[in-house]
């Protein structure tokens, strides 16, 4: 455990071996944070750890592990944490993956895999780190969310309603935290070049199943998804949380990525039925 200034920053951060995570996690670095980089499987750190020693700043990391989905971990190194002389200014939850397929075809199990994850792990990991940032009276915590947690898309129903339930949470938690010093943020991107939907994502077995009543729809559905149409550089996002971990006073929701604005504005906009159609279409599941 490294001594650090007193007037050095320390964020700790979930999902920091790749996509997001590794971005913030240098990002920050580079800001003179001390970052706690937290992953489920600490071998997986060589990505990150080749990122950090490029940009000079491999001292200000600290590689960790942490599964999310493990309640005795997380209490394990929030407890760690907590006995630390430092403070703590900032949890960023980022771990996440995608599970894709059409409604009908991911079941209970897959379901469950998904919302323990991306909703119940991030609240764990949330709730397991309060009680020191109640303690300073002080402290931003940021969720990574989507635009699939305020629009749905077909497809991507699990994704899409863990990141539903994340949003209704962090809203009410922003509530209830504010009024104690601590600043509660959700981040809403939309399409950029991680690799949630290559190495991190999960394909159910229905959709996988030959014999799945929407085989035909899916082989198409699966042309769209697998589009090497560029994305936007995931690094905006990345430098999006550091200007919000700057900033006293955030707003709750900060969307990023021209898809994902111009998403929200033609659904204010646009009739539903319109809206509706242009998904489907566009989706290629429309038979």
């Not at 999902?15 to 071998?43: C, E, K, N, Q, Y």
């Not at 635009?147 to 699990?158: D, E, K, L, T, Y």
């Not at 991680?194 to 198409?220: C, E, H, Q, V, Y």
Request: charge should be positive; proline fraction near 5%; hydrophobic fraction near 45%.
């Amino acid at each position: 455990m490294p001594t650090l200034p007193n007037s050095c920053r320390v964020a700790l951060i979930t999902g920091a071996s790749s996509g997001f995570g590794l971005l913030t996690t240098v990002t920050l670095a580079r800001r003179g944070w001390h970052v706690l980089a937290t992953m489920r499987d600490i071998s997986r750190r060589e990505k990150l750890e080749a990122a950090a020693q490029a940009a000079g700043v491999l001292d200000r990391i600290e590689f960790l592990a942490l599964d999310v989905t493990k309640a005795e971990q997380i209490a394990e190194l929030s407890a760690s944490i907590a006995a630390r002389p430092s403070r703590l200014d900032a949890v960023i939850n980022n771990a996440g993956f995608a599970m894709a397929g059409l409604a009908d075809d991911v079941s209970d199990a897959e379901l469950r895999q998904q919302f323990e994850t991306n909703f119940y792990g991030a609240a764990a990991v949330t709730r397991a780190f309060l009680p020191q940032l109640r303690r300073q009276g002080s402290g931003h915590v940021v969720f990574l969310s989507s635009i699939s947690g305020r629009m749905g898309f077909p497809g991507v129903g699990s994704y899409s309603a863990s990141k539903f339930a994340l949003e209704g949470w962090a809203e009410t938690l922003r509530f209830e935290m504010k009024p104690l010093g601590i600043q509660v943020v959700l981040v809403e991107p939309g399409a950029f070049e991680t690799d949630i939907w290559t190495r991190n994502a999960n394909i159910s077995a229905g959709t996988l199943n030959p014999n799945s009543p929407n085989a035909a729809r899916i082989a198409k559905w699966r042309v769209r998804m697998e589009s090497t149409k560029p994305k936007a550089n995931p690094q905006t996002v990345a430098d999006g949380i550091a200007h919000i971990l700057d900033n006293p006073r955030p707003k709750l929701r900060y969307v990023f990525g021209t898809d994902a604005k111009m998403g929200l504005l033609l659904r204010s906009l646009l009739p539903w039925s319109f809206l509706e159609r242009f998904l489907i279409k566009a989706s290629g599941i429309s038979g």
